[in-house]
């Protein structure tokens, strides 16, 4: 059945278009984004807000416990959740993100489980416009056909489901604070690096690295790409402390030759320097050499005999450093988000004893261990679920 026809005289329209004129600090209304839709789960990361007035004004449509909302863009692109908050008209949505309201022949969640569903996914990938800024439509929305038994086998389908993604969310929170852990060894070993309560000797990273830099995009962009070859780092594989190695682009020999200036080696730390995800970091891991980078990552190659490069992703992904980073990034006024490569060579850090820095880092090592543990169990139980949401999709679950 079509999502339009499941819908049928429900509320099923996108969000508003609120500009940032119309935004007010102050305001009692917030503004959901495309930033807090998770892919099943709401992320509860925005901090915009507007005034009833401008509400009022703009006809805004407010949200509703329960409502789904979903992504029309990425990333994923699709990705649906249920809008988790009881107070009526405190809370609005911008207008990439779509607004569903069955009725109550619908079980809510049986749709949000539809709409990730692995096979839903797909169609909407193929259905996507746009190259720079990838999107899909409402309309195309509707047309998605959607399995749509009773009331009662989607609540028997949400049980099996649900008991399911407990699991996975359950590993996936162990993960969380095993980062956690590792965030206050940090603090307790070395305190806040910003404040610097120690007493730590400060030095600009430029004096205790040898080598920081950013390299380009080949020729023809996307098209020049390979499906095998050298790695091309971008600023979409790179998050704090974790390397996504989805989309990770390829490149020729000829190619990596006239990016041989940003040629990585081990122990490289990677930090993005433009755009939305600016002040990302991670090391870069050591399978994926010999590698390059793009325009929108910069290499920070410690000198080993001082500075550590577990201390140092660590330091910089802390929050007060994450923090000192951005608001470099926006000094100036500029309207893209940037660190500077002098900006960079000027940041000053904290330089305990390189013996404590590596004490630090043995202790991260055994962490990182256990996560690779987790990481196992969360993919089985990542498997386990989207089996059972296939079965359900095709009507093989009960």
Not at 71 to 78: I, Q, S
Not at 388 to 396: I, S, Y
Request: contains cysteine; positive net charge; hydrophobic residues 35%.
């Amino acid at each position: 059945m079509k999502l339009k026809d499941i819908l049928e005289g429900c509320l099923f329209t996108d969000g508003d278009w609120i500009e940032s004129k119309d935004q007010d600090a102050n305001g009692d209304i917030r503004l959901i984004q495309l930033s807090d839709i998770g892919d099943g789960y709401f992320v509860n990361k925005s901090k915009k807000f507007i005034n009833e007035e401008t509400a009022r004004k703009l006809r805004c449509t407010f949200l509703r416990k329960d409502d789904i909302l979903i992504a029309r863009m990425p990333d994923p692109l699709g990705r649906a959740c249920l809008f988790p908050f009881e107070e009526n008209n405190k809370y609005i949505t911008a207008v990439d993100v779509c607004i569903l309201r069955p009725n109550d022949k619908c079980n809510n969640r049986y749709l949000q489980y539809c709409l990730n569903s692995p096979e839903i996914r797909s169609i909407i990938n193929r259905q996507k416009t746009g190259t720079t800024r990838e999107r899909i439509t409402r309309k195309k929305l509707g047309e998605l056909e959607i399995p749509f038994p009773s009331l009662k086998v989607q609540q028997k389908i949400v049980d099996i489901l649900d008991t399911a993604d407990i699991l996975r969310l359950n590993n996936k929170t162990l993960l969380i604070k095993y980062d956690t852990l590792a965030q206050s060894i940090f603090l307790e070993m070395f305190g806040d690096p910003v404040k610097n309560e120690k007493g730590w000797k400060l030095e600009n990273l430029k004096k205790i690295t040898s080598k920081i830099g950013s390299g380009s995009t080949p020729s023809g962009g996307k098209d020049a790409y390979h499906e095998e070859g050298i790695s091309l780092i971008r600023s979409l594989n790179i998050h704090d402390n974790f390397f996504k190695m989805k989309d990770l682009a390829f490149i020729d020999e000829r190619q990596a030759n006239k990016l041989k200036n940003v040629s990585l080696e081990k122990n490289d730390v990677l930090i993005n320097i433009t755009g939305a995800s600016v002040a990302r970091s991670t090391i870069v891991p050591d399978e994926l050499l010999p590698a390059r980078v793009n325009q929108h990552v910069s290499i920070l190659r410690p000198k080993s005999s001082i500075l550590n490069s577990v201390f140092l992703l660590h330091l910089l992904i802390s929050p007060n450093s994450k923090a000192k980073l951005l608001g470099v990034s926006s000094q100036g006024g500029a309207t893209r988000e940037a660190i500077t490569k002098d900006q960079l060579e000027n940041f000053e850090i904290i330089l305990p004893s390189i013996a404590l820095q590596k004490q630090f880092a043995e202790k991260i090592a055994l962490i990182e261990q256990q996560k690779e543990l987790a990481k196992q169990e969360l993919k089985e139980s990542e498997d386990l679920f989207n089996c059972l949401l296939q079965k359900a999709f095709k009507g093989e679950l009960v």
